[in-house]
């Protein structure tokens, strides 16, 4: 796992969530009251580095495919169950591409609760939609460089719970270069991770 990498996409998420209602943008579901339309976020000009003082994540469970950790980035907590894909395809195949992880995040200080996001391990074509799929549903996810989050926000509660009763959930997403890539992430433990966070990330 790149320590780095994963902390620099938690401190972009959070510098984002604090300048737009991004506050669903990457971290773990039940989101409180949330508009039922959440605009995208504006682009940020440049990713911000994870903060000399930020905490390295601290795993604090493990559970099946998903590990459940904690962080202090910005002297922020971030609680956030992580998995990475149990498989990857690419259209045209064997692009290369850097590792994927999907997150749960919470977010006390801002008030987000498991919120869904996907770093998906490459640039996204820009204006480009992806989805999530899971328990027989699609989720439309809006991209933003290597991320992925609900485009609506008001179904993702719904999406959480879907995810903790399923076996396997699908993203799809496209690249800047036009490769098409699927990657099908395990849920075994998600719930049992979850449940930890809830009680190390109290609201």
């Given at each position: 796992?790149?320590?780095?990498?994963i902390?620099?996409f938690?401190?972009?998420?959070?510098?984002?969530?604090?300048?737009?209602?991004?506050?669903?943008?990457?971290?773990?579901?039940?989101?409180?009251?949330?508009?039922?339309?959440?605009?995208?976020?504006?682009?940020?000009?440049?990713?911000?580095?994870?903060?000399?003082?930020?905490?390295?994540?601290?795993l604090?469970?493990?559970?099946?495919?998903?590990?459940?950790?904690?962080?202090?980035?910005?002297g922020?907590k971030?609680?956030?169950?992580?998995?990475?894909?149990?498989?990857?395809?690419?259209?045209?195949?064997?692009?290369?591409?850097?590792?994927?992880?999907?997150?749960?995040?919470?977010?006390?200080?801002?008030?987000?609760?498991?919120?869904?996001?996907?770093?998906?391990?490459?640039?996204?074509?820009?204006?480009?939609?992806?989805?999530?799929?899971?328990g027989?549903?699609?989720?439309?996810?809006?991209?933003?460089?290597?991320?992925?989050?609900?485009?609506?926000?008001?179904?993702?509660?719904?999406?959480?719970?879907?995810?903790?009763?399923?076996?396997?959930?699908?993203?799809?997403?496209?690249?800047?270069?036009?490769?098409?890539?699927?990657?099908?992430?395990?849920?075994?433990?998600?719930?049992?991770?979850?449940?930890?966070?809830?009680?190390?990330?109290?609201?």
């Amino acid at each position: 796992m790149s320590v780095l990498r994963i902390l620099a996409f938690l401190v972009a998420i959070a510098a984002l969530c604090g300048t737009t209602a991004l506050a669903q943008t990457p971290s773990p579901a039940s989101k409180g009251a949330k508009d039922s339309t959440k605009a995208a976020p504006a682009p940020a000009a440049k990713k911000p580095e994870p903060a000399a003082g930020g905490a390295e994540p601290t795993l604090i469970g493990q559970y099946g495919t998903w590990g459940a950790y904690t962080a202090a980035p910005n002297g922020k907590k971030v609680c956030f169950a992580l998995a990475k894909p149990s498989s990857s395809k690419t259209n045209p195949p064997n692009r290369p591409r850097d590792p994927a992880y999907a997150f749960v995040s919470t977010r006390p200080a801002e008030k987000v609760f498991n919120e869904v996001s996907i770093m998906i391990g490459y640039a996204l074509k820009p204006g480009s939609e992806s989805s999530l799929e899971v328990g027989g549903a699609s989720y439309a996810m809006y991209t933003q460089g290597d991320g992925l989050w609900i485009k609506n926000a008001a179904e993702e509660e719904q999406m959480v719970n879907a995810m903790r009763k399923s076996a396997e959930v699908t993203i799809k997403g496209v690249s800047a270069k036009g490769t098409e890539t699927t990657d099908v992430f395990s849920l075994k433990g998600l719930s049992q991770a979850l449940d930890r966070l809830a009680q190390d990330c109290k609201r």
